[in-house]
């Protein structure tokens, strides 16, 4: 382990983490495993065993399962130290085109899964004086994106919502911070792409969409965002709350 590794306070420290079987989420859990970290990784796909300490199967837009879930770990002592969001889908549409289903699921699965798993979490976090949560937003609910408006205003609900909670939660010492990435590598990225259509051109931007490009010349890799996350959750960032860190290489212009 690095000493750039070694960046949580302590060991046997809990962490929940959703959307742990692939992508962002699953960067994450195997950056806080390999520190010492108890890793309960959430999702509805299958997680890979070795990069948690256990993990739990359930669709976070589920209110009930995920209300089972959270109960089953608190009966159990295993509270979270640290909250990571990293669940999230992605459907395009416009205001003409999306459906209000994939609206509703859109909120479902960015928005209120969160809030109904981190508000089962806050007694525990109140009563313990201590914690840190991190919500994986994205870049977009800081700029206008042509096809994307549901996502869009689903991942700027998610924001308002972490800044509301670190306010509520700042007087019992839980931070809560927002990750805003811009295009990384990931299978929701590649989904995007097409033949004639790939990294390079994300990086190149698209003028006739009104996308920029990315200035610093490359997209994000799952670690670029696993960094900023556990800097956040850590006692290093112990004074950062009620903050969105976009972490797009300028993409966004700083918007």
């Known amino acids: 382990m690095t000493v750039a590794h070694k960046i949580l306070a302590g060991k046997s420290k809990i962490a929940w983490v959703t959307g742990a079987a692939q992508g962002i989420g699953k960067a994450i859990c195997t950056r806080l495993l390999s520190e010492g970290v108890y890793v309960i990784g959430m999702d509805q796909n299958p997680i890979e065993a070795d990069t948690v ?9 589920d209110a009930e399962a995920t209300r089972r879930a959270a ?7 295993a509270a979270p130290d640290y909250l990571v969001h990293a669940a999230g889908i992605f459907m395009e549409g416009s205001g003409e085109t999306l459906s209000l289903e994939a609206w509703d699921r859109l909120f479902a699965v960015n928005v209120t899964g969160p809030f109904n798993l981190i508000k089962a979490a806050l007694p525990a976090l109140r009563a313990a004086q201590r914690g840190a949560i991190v919500l994986i937003g994205s870049n977009a609910a800081h700029i206008p994106r042509l096809g994307m408006l549901g996502y869009a205003a689903s991942k700027a609900a998610l924001a308002a919502m972490g800044r509301g909670l670190a306010l509520e939660m700042a007087p019992h010492h839980v931070r809560c911070n927002i990750v805003s990435p811009g295009s990384t590598d990931t299978e929701m990225q590649r989904r995007l792409w097409k033949p004639g259509f790939g990294a390079a051109d994300v990086v190149r931007g698209a003028p006739n969409a009104f996308r920029l490009g990315v200035p610093l010349g490359k997209i994000a890799t799952v670690e670029d965002i696993a960094d900023i996350t556990m800097f956040l959750l850590s006692d290093r960032a112990g004074h950062i709350t009620m903050q969105d860190i976009v972490v797009d290489g300028g993409a966004s212009l700083g918007a």
């Open 71 to 77: 109960d089953a770990l608190l009966s159990r002592n």
């Open 53 to 61: 300490s256990e993990g739990i199967i359930f669709d976070i837009s």
